[in-house]
């Protein structure tokens, strides 16, 4: 028991009392609303007290920073040794635009780079290709072939910078051009560190960025973790992501329950399909979430996502070693908590956002600008985003001691009750045979477009509030500085494709391809081949045709 | 007797794949009473004027959140219009910047919605906007 | 008819228009119709039934592109159901089916039940006719899929598919139900899930129960197993067996004369509902735009008289030659 019997004797003598008071007080003054809830819909009490978490075990269920079950945080120092990677997500036009972003911020204190791709490039599109048009840089760079990514990382020290590469069908041909820059550098694959997304489970979930069918795409994935494990010591190689979930409208306790399972999925994958020791992979596994704009509810779900996969990995997958069991992740500010009315609200939102995110303790952090809801982020957009996380770290004092929130009665009680109801979603999940068997029935996929459709209700009848949307509006429009990316860099940019495809040597390009393709067919790892491919500048699509040929294509079933 | 509902296309043109406003729309539309045909993700602008003319819908409804609506919308308008359908109104939603909403309507789309909207207005256009044809 | 010579020239737009004129109930619709009827019975006729999930929609998509291997062109009807509640709906078939958007080869269109029972839509029937007269050489007809009775398919179709798959127990009740004597085929999808062999064991012994008779001209419905569609390999190539079969099956209806009893059963059931359009319907517009069916309404609420008492006075007054 959490407190003694005397602690609890008194305390259920003086709730009586207070709810007595409570009682008198709403007869003469009712409270503003019936239901209070959280942005997921989550009930939430007036009041927590001992007796909400009195079942808690110390030593079992909070412990301390750097043990099991890792509640408090994976460090045992927290963010005293070092802050969260100031890691903002950028990318737009060509390789030469977002090097000078890159640049920029680095050169304003961020410390983790993080790569925004275009469509044609997260979909393993060329920007020649018909389904390409008008595409071409909008929403991130766009990368062709080798040449384009070594102008991408010119100038960047690949042995001291991570990078984050948002990628993931196309994610074994990226991450062979990261490879393959580092090498022509002279840079050693065991000194570069980063990560690339390359979780395509949330795709067929939530963001739907498609290639393969989910069995050879989970294999793909399984072939980085060996290649990894073996030759990229340093580097993530793959980063469960919970955000896009959210980002469709996900509770947070589906993007918890979601992604987690997700994870257990790639384990299991892994241990069938390589063979290899739960312990050799574990440890370079990262995550991804979503901070929302509930405070409370993010920091609880953040916390107990810790304790989840520390209880995962050690008694589902019988891990022996403490590393593979922190759950260390990635978090960034909800863009869909963001308003194209009055855009500067936004940065209010983001600050409470990644500050919820740091009282959750998270390892690396993004923070949405101002203007996302609108275009790609303006330089001043992304400097006051930036700045939001160095006031977090540097002013407010949130750094200064590990986990401040950890025994409040609210907070313990939310986070008990997020884990209980995830474990309920990851227990169906087995039930129904696995996330893949899951998937291909549309349960998560359905389960979340439920929640984003009642959300959107709720908002509608104004039971849930976003200021300037629903309340608060104001009849003028904002105008703020819009970032535009100019369409003539589509043609600037095949152009440099085509060029590419002049000088290159054709025949050393198909021998390389036809060599991808009969390592898809033996099931051999594809990496080795994708790096000599792109060395060869195969370019991303070329790549990504061999699969789409072997393995077949998925188109969305478009669940609703 | 005659029972004349509104048909309305939900299409995502291009390669992005967020559809959660496609899908709540969908299901919105359903719940006003229209006849919805939903395409998915990643269609090609041809892909979409061929099947709104072959479900002889009253409304396409396109989605984009890629910044590439400046090239998929009027696509549409105009491959519509080529195969004299220009009948059929198109509207379109997503992460667009006001300084593009002249050029949209200037293709021919009759309204454009962005995050914030609310259901229920944009039900309120369908009806008073789209008749059933005959 | 101007119409009529439209749609024979294969015109996508006059044709959607006439099918939506037909499910909205347009009077003028059904005289086009007139001149459509005389056309029609060039295509083969394609039903496919089976209970939700069972990937109905994948299986026409891949059929549609095993015909247009051979150079078949191909229309295609998905029914989904309209809501009970609002009367809206959600037609998604056709998302599995739009990479053949753009083949003029392939129409396709999606149709809401609008309360019609039976797995169709009330235009169906009709709307074949058009994608007939189109020239379409295969028209396939999509169920609703509800795993309830679906047997109106057989009234409308040449070749009946009836999907099932794996695993999900209630298949064989659905076949007791009354789907098992309307397959001309079998279908068991997604065959590499477990219980694949059990399901096609169960189907073997209920067709080894059924009487000889049940199998026209010795057609004994053959069982195909259509691998996962993300095997695409193995999808491919049952596909080419499944529309194989489909082939055989129509050449043994026209080899045996089976097409005439389809056709009849066909033939009477449209001229069933024609005469309730003709009829009933302009007498009940006549009742209600008098505003005559709400006393009539409120007499049986009252309990004054009974429904066949007013119904008897309603043939009375309409029908001169009923002896009501």
């Known amino acids: 028991m959490y407190f003694a019997a005397e602690v609890l004797e008194q305390s259920s003598t003086m709730r009586q009392k207070w709810e007595d008071e409570v009682r008198k007080v709403i007869a003469k003054n009712p409270d503003q609303k019936p239901r209070w809830s959280t942005v997921s819909d989550l009930e939430i009490r007036r009041l927590y007290g001992p007796e909400d978490i009195k079942?808690?075990?110390?030593?079992?269920?909070i412990g301390y920073p750097g043990q099991y079950p890792y509640l408090r945080g994976n460090q045992p120092t927290g963010y005293r040794g070092k802050y969260w990677t100031f890691r903002m997500f950028s990318g737009m036009g060509d390789a030469k635009t977002t090097n000078q972003r890159w640049h920029l911020l680095l050169k304003e204190g961020q410390t983790g780079l993080s790569t925004a791709f275009d469509f044609p490039t997260l979909m393993g599109y060329d920007t020649d290709s018909p389904k390409a048009r008008g595409e071409c840089g909008k929403c991130g760079v766009a990368i062709d072939t080798l040449e384009d990514f070594m102008q991408l990382v010119d100038g960047i020290p690949m042995d001291r910078v991570t990078t984050s590469m948002t990628i993931n069908p196309p994610a074994t041909a990226l991450w062979a051009m990261y490879c393959a820059a580092a090498e022509l550098r002279g840079i050693?694959?065991?000194?570069?560190?980063?990560?690339?997304?390359?979780?395509?489970?949330?795709?067929?979930?939530?963001?739907?960025?498609?290639?393969?069918?989910?069995?050879?795409?989970?294999?793909?994935?399984?072939?980085?973790?060996?290649?990894?494990?073996?030759?990229?010591?340093?580097?993530?190689?793959?980063?469960?992501?919970?955000?896009?979930?959210?980002?469709?409208?996900?509770?947070?306790?589906?993007?918890?329950?979601?992604?987690?399972?997700?994870?257990?999925?790639?384990?299991e994958d892994v241990l069938r399909r390589k063979g290899l020791d739960v312990d050799e992979f574990a440890p370079r596994l990262s995550?991804?979430?979503?901070?929302?704009?509930?405070?409370?509810?993010?920091?609880?779900?953040?916390?107990?996502?810790?304790?989840?996969?520390?209880?995962?990995m050690r008694e589902r997958y019988n891990s022996k070693d403490p590393r593979s069991w922190w759950m260390r992740f990635h978090t960034q500010t909800a863009g869909c908590s963001l308003t194209a009315q009055q855009p500067y609200n936004n940065v209010v939102r983001t600050a409470t956002e990644a500050l919820a995110a740091v009282l959750g303790g998270t390892q690396s952090l993004h923070t949405n600008s101002l203007d996302e809801v609108l275009c790609l982020p303006s330089?001043?957009?992304?400097?006051?985003?930036?700045?939001?996380?160095?006031?977090?770290?540097?002013?407010?004092?949130?750094?200064?001691?590990i986990d401040?929130?950890?025994?409040s009665y609210f907070v313990e009680a939310l986070t008990n009750e997020m884990e209980e109801k995830a474990w309920e979603y990851i227990h169906k999940i087995d039930e129904m045979g696995g996330m893949v068997a899951a998937i291909e029935k549309g349960f998560p996929q359905l389960e979340i477009a439920d929640a984003a459709y009642t959300y959107q209700r709720q908002i509608d009848a104004g039971e849930k509030i976003m200021i300037g949307i629903n309340k608060y509006v104001s009849p003028e429009a904002t105008p703020i500085p819009l970032v535009e990316i100019d369409d003539s860099v589509e043609l600037q940019q095949i152009e440099r494709l085509n060029a590419?495809?002049?000088?290159?040597?054709?025949?050393?390009?198909?021998?390389?391809?036809?060599?991808?393709?009969?390592?898809?067919?033996k099931g051999d790892n594809v990496m080795p081949y994708c790096i000599e491919a792109v060395k060869s500048l195969a370019s991303v699509q070329e790549i990504c045709d061999v699969y789409r040929e072997v393995y077949g294509e998925y188109r969305d079933p478009g669940l609703y | 007797m005659a029972d004349k509902k509104i048909r309305v296309m939900v299409a995502k043109p291009g390669l992005d794949g967020h559809d959660r406003g496609a899908r709540v729309l969908a299901r919105c539309f359903r719940d006003a009473g229209f006849e919805v045909i939903y395409t998915g993700c990643h269609q090609t602008p041809e892909q979409i004027a061929s099947a709104a003319i072959q479900e002889d819908v009253d409304v396409v409804g396109l989605s984009c959140l890629s910044g590439a609506h400046r090239y998929l919308f009027p696509a549409v308008a105009k491959l519509l219009k080529e195969q004299g359908a220009d009948d059929i109104t198109v509207v379109g939603g997503g992460i667009i910047p006001e300084q593009d909403f002249q050029m949209l309507y200037d293709a021919g789309l009759k309204a454009v919605w962005v995050p914030g909207a609310t259901l229920d207005s944009i039900v309120e256009w369908f009806r008073t906007n789209v008749q059933p044809r005959n | 008819m101007e119409k009529v010579k439209k749609i024979k020239g294969g015109d996508v737009r006059t044709a959607s228009r006439l099918i939506r004129n037909l499910e909205d109930g347009v009077i003028e619709a059904r005289s086009t119709i007139k001149h459509i009827f005389p056309l029609t019975g060039r295509a083969h006729v394609i039903g496919l039934t089976g209970s939700p999930g069972a990937g109905k929609s994948t299986l026409v998509d891949g059929l549609v592109e095993s015909f247009r291997k051979k150079d078949k062109t191909v229309g295609v009807l998905a029914v989904d159901p309209t809501s009970p509640f609002t009367g809206g709906a959600i037609l998604g078939d056709r998302i599995r089916m739009q990479r053949h958007a753009e083949d003029p080869g392939v129409f396709v269109r999606s149709l809401a039940t609008r309360g019609a029972l039976g797995g169709l839509a009330k235009a169906v029937g009709d709307a074949i006719h058009i994608l007939d007269v189109m020239g379409k050489d295969k028209v396939i007809v999509e169920t609703v899929g509800t795993g309830q009775q679906e047997v109106d398919i057989i009234n409308h179709s040449h070749t009946v598919l009836v999907v099932l798959i794996p695993g999900m127990g209630d298949e064989i009740q659905a076949i007791k139900a009354g789907i098992m004597e309307i397959a001309d085929i079998f279908v068991i999808n997604k065959a590499d899930r477990e219980g694949s062999s059990k399901l096609r064991r169960e189907i073997m012994a209920m067709l080894d129960m059924?009487?000889?008779?049940?199998?026209?001209?010795?057609?004994?419905?053959?069982?195909?197993?259509?691998?996962?569609?993300?095997?695409?390999?193995?999808?491919?190539?049952?596909?080419?067996?499944?529309?194989a079969t489909i082939e055989k099956h129509y050449e043994h209806l026209v080899q045996h004369n089976l097409i005439g009893s389809r056709v009849r059963r066909k033939a009477a059931v449209e001229l069933n509902e024609a005469i309730r359009n003709s009829v009933l319907e302009p007498v009940l517009n006549r009742l209600v735009q008098d505003g005559e069916i709400e006393g009539m309404i409120q007499k049986l609420i009252n309990k004054e008289t009974d429904p066949y008492t007013l119904a008897d006075d309603v043939a009375r007054r309409y029908l001169k030659e009923c002896d009501a």
């Open chain 3, 210 to 243: 059924a009487p000889p008779e049940t199998f026209a001209a010795g057609w004994r419905p053959p069982i195909i197993r259509v691998d996962n569609a993300f095997e695409p390999e193995g999808f491919g190539k049952s596909l080419e067996e499944l529309s």
């Open chain 1, 379 to 401: 330089d001043h957009a992304v400097q006051i985003a930036l700045r939001t996380q160095q006031i977090i770290a540097e002013e407010t004092g949130a750094a200064n001691t």
């Open chain 1, 287 to 312: 995550f991804f979430y979503n901070s929302h704009i509930d405070f409370f509810e993010e920091i609880a779900k953040l916390r107990a996502a810790r304790r989840i996969w520390a209880k995962a």
């Open chain 1, 55 to 61: 079942d808690m075990d110390f030593a079992n269920d």
């Open chain 1, 188 to 267: 050693p694959l065991t000194k570069i560190g980063g990560t690339i997304q390359n979780d395509m489970l949330k795709e067929f979930i939530a963001q739907k960025t498609l290639m393969c069918p989910p069995d050879p795409s989970v294999k793909l994935i399984s072939d980085t973790v060996e290649f990894g494990t073996k030759h990229v010591p340093r580097w993530n190689t793959i980063s469960i992501s919970g955000y896009h979930i959210r980002e469709a409208g996900s509770t947070a306790v589906q993007e918890l329950a979601f992604t987690l399972r997700d994870g257990m999925e790639y384990v």
């Open chain 1, 500 to 521: 590419v495809r002049r000088k290159r040597d054709n025949k050393a390009v198909k021998r390389a391809l036809d060599d991808i393709k009969a390592a898809c067919k």
């Open chain 1, 404 to 407: 401040p929130l950890a025994g």
